[in-house]
């Protein structure tokens, strides 16, 4: 069995290296499932690169993260606090000891349909939103916070009784982003939301991920959802992370190409690898967050 060659990760330690004593930038991840990788082998994904401050084992896509920009030579110290099915009310109710720090970089992820109770609603996201980013940027007025908008789930959109019943299956990656997007506008903090869900719809748009798993895979298609049509796939988490390095750090996704470690590792082709790094320059590109498209 041939491997494929590890030489970015042997580039990644030669430029860290000749990057001496600089200071690694601090990143945390806050969030629930969708950021911890259920229902995927991304749950448990190389959980010593990171620091889960709740002490529970997991790598989940700040892994992923660390993965990404280690081959591109830069250095990230990434922390972890996630629980199942919480938004940002019970992260400040039960964690805040444990996050309030003076973090460079905060990924904020909530509910997946905004409220819980209220699908739909961004009202609880728009004021515990406000309250945590306030609680993060007083730590470290330099911090740069996001909110992650996350993907259409489709057992809402083509199964389950919800807003987004019969509608295309864009509409609730639509409404989640416009939610989070009007929490950003009463959160001074905040720089700026994380186009995940878009980009999970721009793949099926370009023919990269399949639109519908209760119709069957297209052939040559990925699935980005998990088996329960809600959580994602390794290819979904895969898809979450490119979007958040590119955003995060300015660089160009597509410069991993085909032989990416994390894609390998979790089980991704070639051809998927690269059509989710296209589906996320795509998205990154369509809102500005490049800054250096060139590659690194």
Same mark, same amino acid.
């Given at each position: 069995?041939t491997?494929?060659?590890?030489?970015p990760?042997?580039?990644?330690?030669?430029?860290t290296?000749?990057?001496?004593?600089?200071?690694?930038? /601090?990143?945390l991840?806050v969030g629930?499932?969708?950021?911890?990788?259920?229902?995927?082998?991304?749950?448990?994904?190389?959980?010593?690169?990171v /620091?889960?401050?709740?002490k529970e084992?997991?790598?989940?896509v700040?892994?992923?993260? &660390?993965?990404?920009?280690?081959?591109?030579?830069?250095d990230?110290?990434?922390?972890?606090e /996630?629980?199942?099915g &919480?938004?940002?009310?019970?992260?400040?109710a039960?964690r805040?000891?444990?996050?309030?720090?003076?973090w460079?970089?905060?990924?904020?992820?909530g509910?997946?349909?905004?409220?819980?109770?209220?699908?739909?609603?961004?009202?609880?996201?728009?004021e515990?939103?406000?309250?945590?980013?306030?609680?993060?940027?007083k730590r470290?007025?330099?911090?740069?916070?996001?909110?992650q908008?996350t993907?259409?789930?489709?057992?809402?959109?083509?199964? &389950?009784?919800?807003?987004?019943r019969?509608?295309?299956?864009?509409?609730?990656a639509?409404?989640v982003?416009?939610g989070?997007?009007?929490a950003?506008?009463?959160?001074?903090a905040?720089?700026?939301?994380?186009?995940?869900?878009?980009?999970w719809?721009?793949a099926m748009?370009?023919?990269?991920?399949?639109?519908?798993?209760y119709?069957?895979?297209t052939?040559?298609?990925?699935?980005?959802?998990?088996?329960?049509?809600?959580h994602a796939?390794?290819?979904?988490?895969?898809?979450?992370?490119?979007?958040t390095?590119?955003?995060?750090?300015?660089?160009?996704?597509?410069?991993?190409?085909?032989?990416?470690?994390a894609?390998y590792?979790?089980?991704?082709?070639?051809?998927?690898?690269?059509?989710?790094?296209?589906?996320?320059?795509e998205q990154? &590109?369509?809102?500005?967050?490049?800054?250096?498209?060139?590659g690194?």
């Amino acid at each position: 069995m041939t491997f494929p060659p590890l030489r970015p990760l042997f580039i990644a330690i030669a430029l860290t290296a000749l990057a001496g004593a600089a200071r690694a930038e /601090t990143i945390l991840f806050v969030g629930n499932s969708f950021t911890f990788g259920a229902t995927s082998p991304v749950l448990r994904y190389r959980p010593e690169q990171v /620091t889960d401050l709740n002490k529970e084992g997991i790598g989940g896509v700040p892994a992923i993260f &660390k993965v990404l920009t280690f081959q591109a030579g830069l250095d990230y110290q990434v922390s972890l606090e /996630t629980s199942p099915g &919480k938004n940002f009310d019970w992260h400040l109710a039960n964690r805040l000891p444990l996050i309030d720090r003076p973090w460079d970089v905060v990924i904020l992820q909530g509910q997946s349909t905004l409220d819980l109770e209220r699908p739909g609603d961004p009202t609880r996201i728009i004021e515990s939103g406000r309250q945590l980013s306030d609680v993060l940027g007083k730590r470290n007025p330099a911090a740069r916070i996001y909110y992650q908008a996350t993907w259409s789930r489709a057992d809402l959109t083509y199964a &389950k009784p919800s807003p987004w019943r019969g509608k295309p299956i864009a509409a609730m990656a639509r409404d989640v982003r416009a939610g989070y997007d009007r929490a950003r506008a009463v959160s001074p903090a905040v720089r700026g939301v994380l186009p995940v869900g878009e980009a999970w719809t721009r793949a099926m748009e370009a023919g990269v991920a399949d639109p519908n798993p209760y119709d069957g895979l297209t052939f040559g298609q990925v699935d980005l959802w998990g088996w329960d049509q809600y959580h994602a796939s390794a290819a979904g988490y895969y898809l979450s992370a490119l979007v958040t390095f590119g955003a995060v750090t300015g660089r160009d996704p597509r410069s991993f190409g085909e032989r990416e470690v994390a894609a390998y590792e979790l089980g991704l082709s070639p051809a998927q690898a690269t059509g989710l790094q296209n589906a996320a320059y795509e998205q990154l &590109k369509a809102e500005g967050l490049l800054a250096d498209p060139a590659g690194f």
